[in-house]
């Protein structure tokens, strides 16, 4: 699923967006369980900003895909600041227990570093 | 619907008012149903404060109206920047969740800058 | 009502002291209904201290009074400045909701600015 | 009551002690009625410290005595800095609401300032 | 058992990865009886990420092992680090009460330190 | 009781060890009636541990012994540190209400201030 | 908006359903003013069940309709009772507060009452 | 995925068994997006027991399966009731708001009702 | 290891007994992995009291067990019972989650019944 | 200080009236010092109500009054009793902690028994 964009309505003043999604889930590469998360995305965007719909599309996407932790994180801040061009970008994921153990995953972007 | 001011009464001493409103919907221009949130405002006045009811029934026009949440904030930023010229501003506004995510848009302005 | 105070105790000694009213009523000067409150004062006293008594009869005043939540923050910070001339002064006002709206007025005053 | 002081197990550490009573009571000096509050001390003892039952009797004496809010913060930093010689000591009188009002005061004390 | 590792898929992109285990268990080499807590290890990962299966049975070898709460600490952090090679790891390990006494012991490795 | 250490099972790396007992007691030497507090102690060890079951004896000890706050605060610093020679060392000793006054003493050793 | 039905999956067994919306909002008749509320259904279903997305639409009509709180309640109560003919069904409207008083309207359907 | 069960360990006293699953996920059959919830199972076994890791592959099977929420409840309740002949067994959908709107689901069987 | 028991100190007066032990643990006899719950027991004795230090060391015998949540609530209840013959006796067991879904088992045991 | 009253404005209906005392205060006769609790009072009037502002002072005169717990409490009771001559009433004393120890006193008139 293709991430929509829109104009940004004011690319002159930067400002802070956040999307949080509790209802992520992909797929264990390992055992074929499903994982389940929190998925929050922050981001200062430049000349777009990313489309609300299409962007909990995209998230579907990994419901049967099988990934791990670690790359679903980076592949999100990847495509998303692929799509949308932002300032910076962070993306925090979430992890409720497999196995009896939770896990965080933050990775972050900024232009220019 | 116009933003009433009224005379700053000490225009002389910069001092902090906010307005928090946890009942603002909008609409949806992607699926046309209604988007619920919470707008605040917080500002630093100069010459003229924002009147109160007036703000109240400048955030009814928002009810049928069809905007993205990004473009919601900053114009509300925008026309009340328009209306009472103040030192600086700030906008919030937490989304409630909508295909399960929820968001937050964040804007500031500073006269200046 | 005049505001009484009374010889600080101990005037060479910087202190703070804060009174915190959570019923302080006004009247709307728009709608004609009252608004309710929570007003705080904190300041760094020097000659005098305002007697506390004295301010509660003060606030009564407000009562029956159509102002703004802008100027009665206003009126009390200059009226208690006037009455106990203090190194500093703080007062912060948080109003419930009317309309839907919540507001919060702060304003300072330090001698010599 | 005099407030007895022992030696300091160990006057060439600095360390912290603080205790609180949250029973205080004294009497207003405009209505005769009782006050209540909590009363904090926090100081870094040099020769001597305070004995804590000396300490409970000395607060006792205020039970019936009227006097003023800031004139017994006051007067208990003073009483207790001149019974004690410590490094530095700040008192904090947190009282509960009378005519719907309730306040705080707090005074501190460096040796040498 | 051993601590499988994957290849670290954005490693040019320093981010931050947690692992919380609350369901921890070793046993008291004093008295023989088990030892129950949280254990959180914290990393930058370099060129591979730790894989969460095996950490999880790579735990359950201190299931039956008599160990000292400094030592487990310190041998987790040794163990993932020298599985991992990452840029830098904290282990943090919140132990519950035993004999009424909790614990908590705090490791930190950063490379070139 | 004789504190017992054990050899520091990593004394190249600089890592935290805290234990809290929330059942601590002692007696108060002028009124014979028993203290309760929780004790705190919080190091980084150099070449030997505390061993947390002889912390526990010696704790017990206490039981019986008329001591003040302060003192006990500062004996159980000094002992530890003659007993493990760490780095660092913070106690802190937080406890109960007596006649209405509840007292919290914090100590702390340097090595080499 | 019609209020669309399904067959009930297992019209033998009596259940029961409940569906919350802390989303209504309607128009007051007296002043023009958004009303905002929670409004909740239960109901045990006979041979058909309410299509939840329908519902939703539903809901929507009352965005700009000037309707008092209590006729509100019934009208959705007469409503759903017609559209799908349950055993029984409770419609619960929690206002939030107008004039810093909120209302609650409850009102029940049993099938030969 | 079939349901295993397992010979009652005491087939003789009635206890109860509940089993709650806050990662539930399903397919809204209108809209075609993924539905998210607690499911929960309380019940009384009789001959055998169902076994919890069948539990977990048979509530996998739901992942991609498009199906209201009033059918999934019940479907449970009657493949569990097929799979062990409890002597009772309740089922508890909680769901998470779609449009704004949550739902609870609940049906309940009786051997011999 | 076997369950020791003691003289009721009053068996002509019923009064209960509750002992709460949240760090239970039992391997899962289908995985091999650890299974960690609150095991609490409540009961009314008779003649014979359960000595708490036997009940601790009889708990340790699981943690190598390979057995069902049924089968260990109902094997405690069995030998508690057998053990010191109360009046009645309740055993709950709360396991945390595994594999998503956690789980409660409940069993009484009443004499006569 | 005489407890005054005045008419029940409406005798023939049985109600409920409660007062709440948190800042009650007097002296134990053991050991002179302060005791500190809440005491409320709940009664159904007959001919005559307890006026508040008499009650105030008469709680005053138990100041500096050395008596125990259980007789402050009955006292009350008795002199409220006599006071208004009511249905019923109920006295509820809540003392802060002496000695590490809070106790509740409650005690009840019903005219007639």
New interface residues.
């Given amino acids: 699923m293709e991430i929509e964009v ?1 104009d ?3 690319p002159n ?1 930067p ?9 992520f ?1 992909s797929v264990c590469p ?2 074929g ?2 994982d ?1 998360g929190t998925m929050t995305i922050r981001y200062i ?1 430049d000349q777009t ?1 990313i ?3 299409s ?2 599309y995209y998230y ?1 996407d990994f ?2 895909k099988g990934i ?4 679903v ?3 999100i801040l ?1 495509d998303l600041v692929a799509a949308c061009q932002p300032h910076e970008m962070t993306v925090i994921a979430e992890w ?14 900024k232009r220019g570093e």
Same sequence: chains 1, 2, 3, 4, 5, 6, 7, 8, 9, 10.
């Fill in positions: 829109f940004n309505p004011n003043r400002y802070t967006i956040t999307h949080i999604n509790p209802e889930t390992k055992t369980l499903p389940f965007p900003c489309e609300l719909k962007l909990k579907l419901r049967q791990f932790y670690e790359a994180t980076n592949k990847d409720k227990a497999r196995g009896g153990i939770s896990s965080v995953i933050e990775a972050q972007y």
